[in-house]
Every structure is written in C-alpha cells, then in structure tokens.
C-alpha cells in the first residue's frame, strides 16, 4: 500500500483484529461498520447504529438544488463548464472509429462477448460469502435463434474461443439477450484462491481469461482493460456431457 511495508503490515493487522473472536480484539480495529457510521455522519445523517434502529427503510433524501455539481458549488473546471468533448478523445475518436466500423462489418456474424451482474456474485469478493452463493458455476447465456442455429440445448457444455484463449462453461438460453451475443457473469473462477474458502468450492468459470492483457488490450485514455465487446466463437464440446 503506497509502496509502504509498515502501512500495508498496519492494515493487515487491522483485517485481522476487524475479524478477530474477541469483541474486545474487534473494538480496537477500524471495521467496515465503524466506517461506514462515519460516513454517514459525515454526510449529515444519522449514525449507523441510529439509523438502523430508527430507519429501518432508510432516509428519504431531500432534492438536490440547483446551481451544484455533484454536491460542488461549480464545475471544477477554469470555465465553470463540463467540457464534453476534450480534444483528446475527438481525436482518438477520429483516428479509430473508421478501422473499428470496418472491423465490427466484417465480424458481425461473429458473437460478442460481455460480462452479466448477478445479485449475488456481481464482484468477486462476494463468491466466497457461504450464505449467498448456493450454484456451483456460473453459465454462458445465448439468444434462443443462436443455440437453435448452432445445435445447442440448456445444459450443453459450450467451448467458446477467443483470440486468446478458450474455456468450457454449462450452456442457458434466454430471450432476454441479444442475438450473436454471449453473456457470461463475472466474478467467479477462484479455483486457486487459497484464502477464499467457499469460493474455491464452486469454482464456477472465470471469463477474464478471454480477454487479452499488456497494453494492447487497455483503453489508452482511462486505462481501463477491455473486458467487453470481445469477440468470440462458441461450440458444442466434442463427447458431450450436459449439466442440467
């Protein structure tokens, strides 16, 4: 943490006292509850503790007044203005979406590949929590019209491919996607997690490892990986088992 030995061993010694048996071990670390009281009193609220014995439904909020930005009294901008067009994104834009439209052409009879929330496992970090995830796998979802045109039925186990790399996963049809795409949740795959306990017991598939690493990969304006939109090809394995 901030390239700082002592500061990451002082959090992993408040992780450990914040989970500790003792109450009294726990009362001495700065625990999730004790921050989220004082953000709520920093916010002018009432502290956890109140709120829930008083506001079990929550806190109907005033309405927001104009004149702000996001709680601000102005832009933080020297114009006082939200620029929504930087010089710098028009022209990335300029010199990629021709190529980009050129490429989308020639792949759209391909699948796409995007990420899928479920309420229960929509970040990692809630795989390993005993009394939300009860499945023992994630699935790959398919518009109805594509598993008909591939052979596919519920429960096949798919191969689906992409420039990288390729990984096997149980097969749902739902209408509620779009054709020629193929959505698979995030936030499962923890195999070899040997600190998650429970996650590790129904490992489910992790759909990163479609995607691609190394700058190549990354959106050079925010940084971010592409983790969506990736193309892929999807097929039935060979020796087919079904998983109902």
Known sequence: ?????????ALKLNTRLAYAKSKWLRALALTPEK?????????????????????????????????????TPRVMTDDNR???????????FRDKVEAEYREDLSNRDRFKLFGKREIKTMNSWLGNSE?????????????????????????????????????????????????????IPHGWGHGSAKHLQHARRPPGINSNLLA???ADNTEKLSGMSHLSGILVDIERKDEQTTVD
């Open 82 to 92: 939200v620029n929504l067009a930087p010089a710098a994104y028009i022209e990335v």
């Open 131 to 183: 009394r939300l995830v009860k499945d023992d796998s994630n699935y790959a979802y398919l518009h109805p019209d594509d598993a008909t045109a591939k052979g596919l039925s519920r429960g096949d186990i798919v191969v689906v491919h992409s420039r990288r790399s390729e990984i096997e996963i149980a097969l749902r049809i739902s209408d509620e996607f779009m054709p020629r795409s193929v959505a």
């Open 212 to 214: 691609g690493d190394g």
């Open 1 to 9: 943490m901030f390239i700082s030995r002592a500061l990451s061993a």
């Open 35 to 71: 921050m989220l009281g004082s953000m709520l009193k920093k916010a002018g609220l009432p502290g956890r503790k109140t709120f829930l014995a008083q506001h079990p439904h929550g806190v109907l909020l005033d309405d927001n007044r104009p004149g702000n930005f996001l709680g």
